[in-house]
């Protein structure tokens, strides 16, 4: 299942494009058991240049559909479309691994029932917590607005990090939190159609995701898996976590809606969703970090585009002055290192004796020369 909430590409490991980069798990946990890398034929290599437009594609694709299912066919039933993609992705995936190797992956990880008890069902249990969250947020919020408000998963990150000892807050990471919340806190105010039950839910949902974040960091730490692997293990468990949620939630009334949607409009949705899936695998490994940054930055400009023109969403200026603080650090850190300029744009960040010459507020914080020893 294509997690909305996070449907820039997704690795195990915190050093994914999204969010932060920090190691070290408690030695008391079990550390995964891997086996001997199996020997098997090496994935197409698609080229970047047609990889990420069709990344693209499907990552816009799959949140413009689900809104237009919730909103304009009225089907506001999230759980069951969650729990409905989840199932089919751990039936495809399956497939997946018998007919291609595009799975191979799997080969690599022994589990066992214990790594399945104290690693995959936490995770799992945040997870389906995560797309649940994040999709009911569709029926109360704009689409434009939850993009903005997810450039608060970053911050969640660093801040839970720090709870669990994972890193060590520092001035150059503090800067990068205030800057997000200042951002959030601009389009927040500047919102049209403020709904607080709709904020309180995302919110709820970037904390969940965080969560997960950081928990594969703790308990998955070291094991690699790509996208596709990932779903293979969390699409089952997910499913059936989300199956015993649904009587609760939103009981029988999504089935007697099944008839009016019709099963091309479930298939086709559930399609676009797995695929994501399958094209961030090819995605990952093409091409620089800098140039996916820009890409997702690229496709939540789309996006929310897109949702103005689709569904008429309205954008005040406040939000547009605001966005900019809401750009990945990731971007300010590449492009401040390659083009020698001070973190805030104001000047060049070395002077003609190669001094720091950083402005006061990046000089306060140090920045400056963090960013000099980074592009040394």
């Known amino acids: 299942m294509a997690n909305p909430e996070d449907d820039k590409v997704e690795s195990v490991p915190l050093t994914s494009v999204k ?59 999230p759980v069951f479309l969650v729990t409905w993609h989840l199932t089919f992705s751990a039936i495809g995936t399956r497939v997946l691994q018998r007919t291609t190797n595009l799975l191979d992956g799997t080969k ?72 997000i919340s200042f951002g959030v806190a601009l389009t927040s105010t500047g919102e049209l159609k403020f709904n607080l039950l709709g904020f309180i839910i995302q919110a709820a949902a970037v904390v969940f995701e965080a969560s997960r974040l950081v928990m594969i960091e703790i308990l998955l730490h070291g094991m690699k898996m790509d996208p596709l692997v990932s ?74 585009i897109g949702s103005v023109i689709i569904f008429s969403a309205q954008i005040s200026p406040l939000q547009v002055f605001g966005t900019p603080f809401l750009l990945p650090r990731d971007l300010y850190i590449d492009l ?11 000047r060049p960040l070395q002077d003609d004796r190669g001094q720091v010459n950083a402005c006061w507020l990046c000089s306060l914080f140090g920045v400056g020369v963090e960013w000099t020893r980074l592009r040394v």
């Open 231 to 304: 779903l293979h293990y969390y699409a089952p468990i997910c499913a059936l976590i989300n199956l015993l949620f649904l009587p609760f939630t939103e009981g029988l009334a999504p089935f007697y809606q099944l008839a009016r949607l019709g099963p091309l409009i479930l298939l086709s949705n559930a399609f676009v969703a797995f695929f994501l899936n399958v094209a961030a695998v090819f995605l990952v490994g093409v091409t620089s970090g800098l140039v996916l940054t820009l890409a997702g930055v690229f496709k939540d400009i789309l996006l929310i």
């Open 108 to 179: 690599d990880i022994n589990m066992n029932k214990d790594m399945f008890l104290r690693s995959i069902l936490p995770i799992g249990i945040l997870f389906s917590g995560s797309l649940i969250l994040s999709n009911s947020a569709y029926l109360y919020l704009s689409i434009s607005y939850i993009q903005m408000l997810k450039a608060f998963n970053a911050v969640a990150v660093l801040l839970i990090s720090w709870l669990f000892r994972i890193s060590e807050p520092n001035r150059r990471l503090g800067l990068i939190v205030f800057m």
């Open 336 to 346: 401040a290192t390659r083009l020698l300029y001070c973190p805030c744009w104001t």
């Open 19 to 77: 969010d932060g980069d920090e190691d070290g798990a408690p030695s008391s946990l079990p550390a995964p058991v891997s086996t001997p890398a199996a020997t098997s034929k090496a994935k197409p290599k698609i080229p970047a240049i047609v990889i990420i437009p069709v990344w693209m594609a499907f990552s816009v694709s799959v949140i413009l559909y689900n809104n237009h299912l919730y909103n304009t066919l009225d089907f506001k039933f």
